[in-house]
């Protein structure tokens, strides 16, 4: 996602350019509707509702961009909640509606866990509905970059290894981008999760990365960000091995020359 106001503050907090007022006016009936199917339903258990990702910040590309939503909910997550509203998407402006399920106890909790999901809804997602969780500023550096990236990094030796292991290629290589970007932005003392900066700093990453990896990541941008020349192609598994055998091998030496403990 290109958002021109991502990045740090003068204290080197995360800041975003996801506001309420950005919601482009095209999309503010589809978001209303979301609202009220999922507000609406109190078996649903929903007690907070934002959302996040190109609508929030005003970047939407119609007809290819997605809405993303998150609900935060007590108990276990449950598929229903994406069924209530997938039947509204238009897609004269958008490919499908995600939702994403947090746990309002996870959320809430005094932990790095709870401090991260904290620090992402209050960075990069918008509060529709419901009971608000506590702002929470975060600053960019390895280990939120770490809480970002999940267990994808993890995962990376198996990916490199071309194991898919079932999961989606295109949703894998947004994440691979997104978390390429953080990784070589935060060596540079910056912060962006932008998938286009990931292709632009590889071509000179400190690292060396070679043109076989610059060309993969290039690739899996063009297939799987909205603004890609081929978007909506599957992305090809040589290329997520490629990016994901360069980026384990480069988070492994930026953690041994800081000393971290290995992820």
Excluded: K
Excluded at 181 to 192: K, N, P
């Amino acid at each position: 996602m290109h958002d021109p106001e991502e990045g740090l503050d003068a204290d080197g907090l995360v800041v975003t350019g996801a506001r309420a007022d950005r919601i482009p006016a095209a999309y503010r009936p589809l978001v209303a509707a979301c609202v009220d199917r999922l507000m609406g339903d109190p078996s649903l258990g929903v007690l907070s509702l934002y959302l996040y990702g190109s609508v929030a910040t005003g970047r939407a590309v119609p007809g290819r961009s997605d809405l993303d939503l998150i609900v935060v909910r007590e108990g276990a997550p449950t598929p229903r909640i994406a069924d209530v509203v997938r039947p509204l998407a238009d897609d004269r402006l958008v490919r499908e509606i995600g939702v994403s399920t947090m746990s309002w106890e996870v959320v809430v909790a005094d932990d790095e866990r709870g401090r991260i999901e904290r620090c992402f809804l209050t960075a990069y997602a918008v509060h529709l509905a419901g009971q608000a969780v506590p702002p929470t500023r975060c600053r960019g550096g390895r280990a939120l970059v770490r809480g970002f990236a999940g267990d994808l990094l993890e995962r990376l030796p198996r990916l490199a290894a071309g194991r898919l292991d079932g999961a989606d290629p295109t949703g894998l290589a947004r994440r691979l981008l997104m978390t390429t970007a953080m990784h070589l932005t935060v060596e540079r003392g910056e912060w962006s999760t932008d998938r286009a900066r990931a292709v632009e700093l590889l071509r000179f990453a400190s690292t060396g990365s070679a043109p076989s990896v610059v060309g993969a990541a290039a690739a899996l941008f063009d297939c799987a960000d909205s603004l890609g020349s081929r978007f909506g192609a599957r992305p090809s598994m040589a290329d997520i091995a490629e990016l994901a055998g360069w980026l384990a091998e480069s988070w492994r030496e930026a953690e041994d020359a800081t000393g971290s403990s290995p992820t």
